[in-house]
């Protein structure tokens, strides 16, 4: 499975969108406003007749900002996106697969106000790729 899906889609984030901060790989910084993406557990992936796959890539989206209303715009704009991306919108720094689709399988929500006054988000989805 190509190692570098989830830094490819940080990229290409950064690239088309605006954010108010960086976005992160794997780990919510502890500041008090951040976005995160970091890859989550999936189902094993689909072979079919011919012997070749599609790969299920599991990823989370996290944003933290003390400005609740700004976390929620954010978390739902990246959403709306996510969920419409179509083939080959993810171009693999390595060439080793070729983007399917993106597709949310949890809706955002509140994770929590942390100690600081953050509010944090979450949304996840489902990412399908071939590998070349």
């Known amino acids: 499975m190509p190692s570098d899906f989830i830094d490819d889609m940080a990229n290409h984030l950064e690239a088309n969108f605006s954010l108010f901060d960086a976005l992160s790989v794997d ?11 970091r890859r989550t557990p999936a189902a094993p992936s689909e072979r079919f007749m011919d012997g ?16 609740q209303g700004q976390a929620i715009d954010t978390i739902n704009e990246l959403t709306i996106y ?17 983007f ?9 929500l509140l994770v929590e106000k942390d100690s600081r006054g ?4 979450s949304v996840l989805f489902n990412a399908i790729i071939t590998k070349n």
């Not at 070749?52 to 400005?67: G, P």
């Not at 693999?92 to 070729?98: E, F, I, K, L, R």
């Not at 399917?100 to 955002?108: A, D, G, L, Q, V």
Request: no cysteine; charged share 20%.
């Open 100 to 108: 399917i689709k993106s597709e949310i399988y949890t809706m955002p």
């Open 118 to 121: 953050s509010y944090i988000y």
């Open 52 to 67: 070749s796959r599609d790969w299920i890539i599991s990823f989370q989206i996290l944003v933290k900002h003390q400005n």
């Open 82 to 98: 996510l969920d419409e991306l179509g083939p080959n919108t993810i171009i693999p720094a390595d060439g080793s697969y070729q």
């Open 27 to 37: 780990v919510l910084p502890e500041d008090l406003n951040a976005i995160t993406i």
